[in-house]
């Protein structure tokens, strides 16, 4: 079974440059999330989808990041325009609407703005 | 709000030997589920253990085990048989029961480093 997909791997821009990430979850899972994880932290949440529906956008910086999931599968989480302290690997995870808690992760979208 | 606090940002542990890794968080819940995430350096985390607050039992799974004091607001992970592979970024992490969904509060985390 394949794992939770984002692309890109990596992307230097010039601050003030839009960005955005793409994320494919797991098949089937209903709940999506977008987090960000500055160097030397923890992940920290920006958004939660349940199926196409943004449940949780209380951290994202919605003057720049705005975040889209069509048709309740795929996910774009887009900076515009992008700060330097964007810098950041953007992670997207998924998961089965329950309470077992455990998250699938993807191997995340390395930000540096210059 | 929950927080969640590792006060160790990096340990070191011989190959074979076993190592401890602390965790505390701040709730006023009682029932709450703890977890602990490994992010090796190819940066995919994934779950190491999982506990549930009503449980008393400690969790295990194979060499990780934990030591959840729920008075104390404790939730260590002990690796046993450290093994080279076991090197990575280890995150502790808060998830409410009251809250429908599966919203993670992690805490800083934990680099360890396993030597030959």
């Known amino acids: 079974e394949a794992g939770v997909v984002q692309s890109p791997r990596y992307k230097i821009i010039e601050k003030k440059q839009p960005v955005a990430f793409w994320c494919n979850p797991i098949?089937?899972?209903?709940?999506l999330y977008w987090y960000r994880q500055n160097l030397g932290q923890g992940p920290e949440l920006l958004i939660r989808?349940?199926?196409?529906?943004?449940?949780?956008d209380s951290q994202l910086p919605k003057d720049r990041f705005s975040a889209e999931r069509l048709k309740g599968v795929d996910s774009t989480l887009k900076i515009q325009p992008a700060e330097l302290g964007d810098s950041a690997v953007y992670l997207c995870?998924?998961?089965?609407?329950?309470?077992?808690?455990?998250?699938?992760f993807g191997e995340g979208s390395r930000l540096t703005v210059l | 709000a929950q927080t969640v606090t590792q006060s160790q940002p990096e340990m070191s542990v011989q190959e074979a030997e076993t190592v401890t890794l602390s965790c505390t968080y701040d709730?006023?819940?009682?029932?709450?589920?703890l977890f602990w995430y490994k992010q090796p350096p190819s940066r995919q985390m994934i779950l190491v253990i999982r506990q549930e607050a009503y449980k008393q039992q400690n969790a295990t799974e194979n060499r990780f085990s934990v030591n959840f004091q729920k008075a104390a607001k404790s939730f260590s992970l002990k690796i046993s048989d450290s093994q080279l592979g076991d090197a990575a970024m280890y995150f502790c992490a808060y998830r409410s029961d009251m809250e429908y969904g599966n919203k993670l509060v992690f805490g800083a985390g934990t680099i360890l480093r396993v030597k030959s």
């Open positions: 709730t006023s819940e009682s029932d709450y589920y």
């Open positions: 098949s089937g899972h209903n709940t």
């Open positions: 995870a998924s998961s089965l609407v329950s309470y077992t808690g455990e998250l699938f």
């Open positions: 989808y349940e199926n196409e529906e943004a449940v949780d």
